[in-house]
């Protein structure tokens, strides 16, 4: 269609700045991803509503899924609840963390206060 503009591009730019296809870094807003089409079918109603009830929907169901992996993670026996790479980090750290105190601040979601032998929260 435009012969001059190809013959430059090809000779004189580099591909993967003007070739999407080419191009090595991230590509916001210009594909979509799996993600990305997996929430879109997964909200395909939800997405035919207003604003505030579609925010209400999509917060819903999130929640439902990070509670739902919340109890599958904790009922897991404790030898496969972290990976190596972790435990050993826990490990080189436990001395430091038996001198601290520790006092729950809400069970649902895991708050606690951490006082260390400074008396410095």
């Given at each position: 269609m435009?012969?001059?503009a190809d013959k430059y591009l090809v000779e004189s730019v580099a591909v993967d700045k003007?070739?999407?296809c080419h191009f090595k870094g991230e590509k916001y807003n210009l594909d979509t991803s799996n993600t990305c089409e997996s929430l879109n079918s997964?909200?395909?109603?939800?997405r035919k509503l207003h604003l505030l009830p579609m925010?209400?929907?999509i917060v819903n169901k999130m929640a439902f899924w990070f509670n739902k992996h919340r109890k599958e993670a904790a009922s897991l026996p404790e030898a496969k609840v972290?990976?190596?790479?972790v435990e050993n980090v826990l490990h080189e750290r436990c001395p430091i963390a038996t001198c601290l105190t520790v006092s729950?601040?809400?069970?649902?979601?895991?708050?606690?206060?951490v006082i260390g032998n400074d008396k410095v929260t």
């Open positions: 435009f012969p001059s003007w070739a999407r997964v909200f395909r109603k939800e925010i209400d929907a972290i990976v190596p790479f729950e601040l809400n069970n649902y979601e895991f708050e606690y206060s």
